[in-house]
Each structure stands twice: as C-alpha cells, then as structure tokens.
C-alpha cells in the first residue's frame, strides 16, 4: 500500500521560505508517477501547486512559478516543497499525492490516486 | 488560471439521487478526458471516486458515476446515503501542463 507523509514546521514567518517533505513508503518513487502538491487554506477549496518527476522534471502553477521550487531525493524515496516569500494568503493545508500521468508530445496529469494526510503551515506575521 | 466552477452546495434526502456540476473551458473540461472527482470529510484528505471521467476508483461504489457533455462534467451519486455527505470537487488537466481544480460542493444528506 503506497503511504505519503508530509512533514516540516507548522508555523512560518511572513516572507520567509516554507519549506516541507513528503516521505514515501510503499512504492518507490524511481519506478515513476509524478509526485506533487495541493494546498487548500482553511475553510476553501483545492488548490494545485505543482509536480515533479524523479528525473527532476517539474511542472508548476503557473499563478505561484515564480514562488515555488520542488525537489526529489530517491535514496531517501521522497520529495519536497518550498515557496519563498510566503503571506497569510499561503496558509493552508498541504497535502503531497501521486500523481498517474502519460508523456507522448506532453506530459498529462491524470488524476490524483494517493494522498498524504496533509501538514498545516501557518504563516505569521 | 481560474478554478472550475461547481455549485457550492446540493441537498438530497436518503435513497435519492443528486448531481454535481463541474463547468470549465474548452482549454481543460471541454478539450482533456482527464476529468476526476473527490470526496472529502471534515478534516480529512480527499479521496478519488471517479478519474477519466467516467471511472470508478477502486472500491467506489457503483452508486457513483461520472459523465461528461461539452465544457461540463457531472458527477452523479444514486441512492443517497447518509455516509456520502461531504465536500465534493472536481479535477481536470489543463494545458500548461497544469491541473484546475472546482471550488467544491457541499452535499448535505437530508
């Protein structure tokens, strides 16, 4: 059974970096699948941040690019996230997935079929 | 980008049926058969009950079916049952490569 688990600090500063990892058990993120990230701020709905390969091939929201860089450490089987400059407005849930894609001409993102529990991060001012 | 748009509540009373809208563009709805819906509990993550539009997950209920017409997806649940209230959203691949989500629904079993 694929299991995902989100970890890092639960409180940040205001323009500082957020910064979490996704530890992956079950499956080993060399065989494939993207692996990506989804935020939802309290009471509102989801929102997608991006993905990325093993290969390190990244595919980011084009309204947080500028702000996000994700990672992948597959001798650790995990992957991670940070987003600089972070506001109130970057208060969320974090939840990590996996991510079924095809790459013919480009890369399709299929669906999400595995998620972690999700990691709150609180930005303060 | 802009979200998908989807009603921000429906009610149902058990043993009915509902269906929740999903309206995009032709740019991810409309032009990708990439369409997945989730349900989520209160404090939970959400989980995948239909993918490619009209997939079941596996050990989703046959209660529940997806289908698509033109920039809409619906997503359909048969024979209510108090343990399907929750939040519902809807997922599609957009080109960038990107994904939108809905901004979810709330089904209230009555």
């Known amino acids: 059974q694929v299991h995902l688990q989100e970890s890092g600090p639960g409180l940040v500063k205001s323009s500082e970096t957020l910064s979490l990892t996704c530890a992956v058990s079950?499956?080993?993120?060399?065989?494939?699948?993207?692996w990506g990230w989804i935020r939802q701020p309290p009471g509102k709905g989801l929102e997608w941040i991006g993905a990325i390969h093993y290969s390190g091939k990244t595919y980011y929201n084009p309204s947080l690019k500028s702000r996000v860089t994700m990672s992948v450490d597959t001798s650790k089987n995990q992957f991670s996230l940070r987003v600089n400059s972070v506001t109130a407005a970057d208060t969320a849930v974090y939840y990590c997935?996996?991510?079924?894609?095809?790459?013919?001409?480009?890369?399709?993102?299929?669906?999400?079929?595995?998620w972690g529990q999700g990691a709150l991060v609180t930005v303060s001012s | 980008q802009s979200a998908l748009t989807q009603p921000a509540s429906v009610s149902g009373s058990p043993g009915q049926s509902i269906t929740i809208s999903c309206t995009g563009t032709s740019s991810d709805v409309g032009g990708y058969n990439y369409v997945s819906w989730y349900q989520q509990h209160p404090g939970k993550a959400p989980t995948l009950i239909i993918y490619?539009?009209?997939e079941r997950a596996s050990g989703v209920s046959t209660r529940f079916s997806g289908s698509k017409s033109g920039n809409m997806a619906s997503l359909t649940i048969s024979g209510l049952q108090a343990e399907d209230e929750g939040d519902y959203y809807c997922?599609?691949?957009?080109?960038?490569?990107?994904?939108?989500f809905g901004g979810g629904t709330k089904l209230t079993v009555l």
């Open positions: 079950g499956y080993s993120i060399s065989k494939g699948y993207y």
């Open positions: 997935a996996r991510i079924p894609h095809t790459a013919v001409v480009t890369t399709i993102f299929h669906y999400v079929d595995y």
């Open positions: 490619d539009v009209t």
């Open positions: 997922c599609s691949y957009t080109s960038s490569p990107s994904v939108l």
